[in-house]
């Protein structure tokens, strides 16, 4: 099926020297024409140099000049710990398959549900999977662009209920007092409230967001997590189905009909974190699972935009506006998070990739917010999570059993445009990817 983001992501490739120092340097001595293009194609993909471990990704992303990466996320979700040897570089999580597995579900913004939005997301892969596991991008401005104007008022009008966690739990997790937490969220400015009586932290945010540099407006959120229980995830499924009719897919398309025979392919999380699994189960049987809170005081999640129309023309939009490319080892992704979404699509085989998160993004996180804002490009900003911890709070003294867990699977598995002042400095092919940019059949 065709689509209209063939031109993303950008490709740079070597001529000559493919050595991570000369791939240092010139990232560093070209980083505004990098994030420009970064910007305006939504992607950057570079391939064939000699990137061989997260530390060696880690330099190479860090080397381009106003990328500084987040190591403390505030509440972030289990399994997303830290590579062994790096400071920043994550796995995209420690408990489960992110991609070539049997599942396909899950396209979202980076740290939608938690305050620390990242500006730029990188993925550097060490191992590819046998059988599809690309990185499929969904260009989320062009999504909002084609959305109904009655969808796009209403987006626009106020932010929405992403998350609500406890006090109670946020003070176990960070070891201060629920008194030291609120204060806390009051210095940064997040709303406190009771949820089914129980006083808990608040996260609303804009779903529709201005680029800083290229103006445009995106729609930026969770889309299979938000918009279960409208069916988005069973009508995505769908949209993509002609991509997957070949016979190696069988196993793929039987479990996205009968969704329990997806454990069968997370097995190893069903071990380490059952919670998770039972819980992912029961979203992909009932297409339920993300219901607002029933707090008075608390406003509607972003499905409501929608409850009037469904999400048959979102799907459309996300359909029309997807890319991907097949993994090689030693690629770096770097993504526009404040424009494109992500997903690991379904495959099969081993496959590893690293993740690392850049420049927290600055936004409102009042109920009374409006749902359009325009954050400004500033890579100076602290991540909450990490202002929490010079506020006092401490990582557990005693692990979890999901963060036990994380740990040990960490160590066991451990087309042609024209030139421009980068190709033409630093001897590239800076080209755009000759494959189709949908799944392979």
Known sequence: MKTREAHTPLVIE????????????????????????IAAHGAILLRGFDIGSPSSFEDVVLSIQGLRGIRDVFMSEPGRTIVDGARFVLHT????????ALQFNCFHGENYHVPDVPRFV???CEVPARLGGETGLINSAGVYEDLSEGVKARLQQRAFLANAWPVAAVAARYRISAERVEAFCAEVELPTGLVRGERSVLLYKPSVLEHPRTGERALV?????????????RALRRAFAPDYAAPRWTAHRLAWRYPWLELLGQTGTLLRAPRYAIGALYRSLTER????????????????????EGVERLVRAMRDRFSCFSWRRGDVLIVDNLKMAHDGMPG????????????PVSLPWSPGSPGLYAPREDGSRESVGARLLRFGGAPLARATG?????????????????????????HLIVHRLQLRPVAPA
């Open 122 to 124: 990188s993925f550097f």
């Open 93 to 100: 999580n420690a408990l489960y398959k992110t991609g070539g």
């Open 289 to 308: 699972g993300n219901r607002e809170p029933d707090a008075a005081d608390i406003t509607a999640r972003i499905e409501g935009a929608f409850a009037e």
């Open 14 to 37: 070597p001529r000559r020297s493919t050595s991570v120092g000369f791939l240092k340097e010139l990232l560093a001595s070209h980083s505004s024409e990098i994030i420009g293009d």
């Open 348 to 359: 099969f085989g081993p496959r590893r990739i690293r993740a690392l998160i850049c420049n």
């Open 221 to 233: 959120t969770s889309f299979s997590y938000e918009f279960n229980h409208l069916g988005l995830p």
């Open 402 to 426: 999901l963060d036990v867990a994380a740990r040990l699977r960490a160590r066991l598995r451990d087309r042609a445009i024209p030139p421009d002042p980068i190709q033409q400095a630093g």
